[in-house]
């Protein structure tokens, strides 16, 4: 009895003792947080790649950017449009099942005027329900690439949008504050358990997840907390009090890679870094000049010339970075070694062609640029300052968070603009559409030519190859003839890990969980 007692009592002090299998839990950071929660308002790399952790997509990319289904398990093209087999089975996190509705909702909500994915949501005339799990995406004419459009449109739970007012997209940018800024209810891998913006967001494997099993992640809880001082984003990966940076600092990467028990990885990003210049307007806001000097080609030709790509990919960018005379990388179709190289630099002639513009003492202009959002922007846009002085510009810098710099172009409120462009379509279209098309939402240049937006148009529905591919060719060379642009480089990804944890770097700069392990 007494043997029977003391055993029950030593199994239940083990019992207290031993302590619950320890969580996977990543720590990560970055420069720049996500913007918004709302799957639909805002088209910007930091704010999908978190959105993608709790939303999903009918089709998503892996981690080489191959396509791959997620909530759609197939997909087949007809003449007017695309359908979709969705998976059963997937239930959100507050429990409601994803269907057919939902798609048709996702759509209509991602189509709104207030949506920064209505470029390619537009594609989508139509969305007709076969059945509940399966559905007929309608366009206008056959679309070759309407999958690879899809990617970062995300479904959401209707009678969730509906039960908490946000049938329509958060205003970004007039500050609108809805209850799915701070809230979320996806069908992915991770359910949102807080949201503090510019502090902490934490996120919490999903149990009922469809994908359980299917992937090789095994992370139980995700603490990401955003850090905006280079040196204190270093100091937190070598302290180990973060497991993993997106962008530690391009200097100190030598210092990351010797240090014990951390690596760097690095990859030619999707991305093209660049200034505009607003061209559409009869007079510039922040410049002395008379009128508005970047309606002359020979301006916004000096510009090109004045900016030394070569000298900021050797000092600025530690040579992580690929000069340019594209907005758009390698890797995306219409890249061309024919468009790619860079203007030149060529001082005397950018002074010379101020000159014949009429301004041969150059003018005064604001560069609005962000500082935390791309690799060193605020020093590329420093150097920009100090090179235009040299041909007579004297350019006020004004270098602020990105939260409140975007506002700034999508309100047409900027003159000169750093901007940053990645293609998660992998083709011209999506650069086209945004940038260069006369009606484009992130067109902040007035840039508005005939010829380029009825190649934007007819290349969503030309399904000849070579025809096609020659089109955008035709646009990417009357573009590179017309400068509405200042292309600087396209940019090098390079990631801070520590050696317990193995994560897939990819070249859109985006983290996916579900394929991170940890040791």
């Known amino acids: 009895m007494q043997f029977t007692k003391l055993l029950a009592v030593s199994v239940a002090a083990l019992t207290v003792a031993s302590p619950a299998l320890a969580e996977n839990v990543l720590r990560w950071t970055s420069q720049g947080d996500a913007l918004t929660m709302d799957p639909h308002s805002q088209n910007e790399g930091p704010t999908i790649a978190m959105n993608g952790q709790i939303y999903e997509s009918l089709v998503t990319r892996d981690a080489s950017l191959v396509l791959q289904p997620e909530l759609a398990e197939s997909w087949e093209a007809g003449a007017d449009g695309w359908t979709f087999k969705l998976r059963q089975g997937v239930k ?87 209850f799915a800024v701070r809230n979320a209810n996806g069908t992915g891998p991770f359910t949102l358990v807080s949201r503090a913006p510019d502090e902490m967001t934490v996120l919490a494997a999903n149990p009922n997840w469809w994908g359980k099993g299917m992937f090789p992640g095994n992370i139980d809880k995700i603490e990401y907390r955003p850090i905006t001082n280079a040196a204190t984003r270093v100091a937190a990966l070598l302290s180990g009090e973060v497991d993993f940076v997106l962008d530690p600092p391009l200097q100190d990467l030598k210092r990351i890679e010797g240090a014990d028990g951390l690596n760097v990885k690095t990859v030619a990003q999707i991305r093209s870094i660049f200034f505009g210049m607003d061209q559409g307007v009869d007079k510039l806001r922040t410049s002395d000049a008379e009128g508005n000097p970047f309606k002359d080609a020979k301006v916004r030709q000096a510009f090109n010339l004045a900016i030394d790509k070569e000298a900021i990919r050797r000092v600025v960018m530690e040579g992580l970075s690929f000069p340019t005379g594209m907005i758009t990388p390698p890797g995306v179709l219409g890249n061309t070694p024919a468009n790619d ?53 004297k350019v006020n810098l004004d270098a602020i968070p990105k939260a409140q710099h975007f506002p700034k172009i999508q309100k047409r409120e900027s003159d000169f603009y750093m901007l940053g462009w990645g293609v998660p379509t992998l083709d011209s279209h999506y650069v086209f559409s945004y940038l260069l098309d006369g009606e484009g939402s ?18 969503t529905t030309e399904i000849d190859i070579d025809k096609r591919t020659a089109m955008i060719d035709e646009a990417w060379t009357q573009v590179k003839t017309d400068m509405p642009y200042v292309p600087i480089h396209h940019q090098v990804l390079a990631w801070g890990i520590a050696d317990n944890v193995d994560i897939q770097i990819a070249a859109d700069d985006a983290f996916r969980p579900r394929f991170t392990v940890m040791k």
Not at 103 to 129: I, L, M, P, W, Y
Not at 442 to 459: D, L, M, P, Q
């Open 92 to 178: 959100f996190h507050d429990g409601a099942d994803f269907t057919a509705e939902d798609v048709v909702f996702s759509f209509e909500r991602a189509n709104h005027e207030a949506s920064d994915f209505k470029e390619q949501a537009k594609n989508v005339t139509g969305v007709e329900v076969i059945d509940d799990y399966t559905v007929k995406l309608t366009t206008d004419g056959p679309n070759p690439i309407l999958p690879n459009q899809l990617t970062s449109i995300y479904m959401m739970d209707k009678g969730w949008a509906e039960s908490n007012n946000v049938v329509a997209p958060q205003d970004f940018k007039a500050k609108e504050e809805t």
């Open 341 to 393: 190289p860079s203007y030149g630099f060529d001082t005397a002639k950018a002074k010379a062609l101020l000159a014949e513009a009429g301004y041969p003492d150059g003018f005064s202009i604001r560069l609005d640029c962000p500082n935390n959002r791309y690799n060193n922007d605020e020093k590329i846009c420093q150097a920009a300052v100090a090179m235009l002085a040299k041909i007579g510009v």
């Open 442 to 459: 992130w067109n902040a240049t007035g840039y508005n030519n005939a010829r380029v937006n009825e190649i934007t148009k007819a290349i």
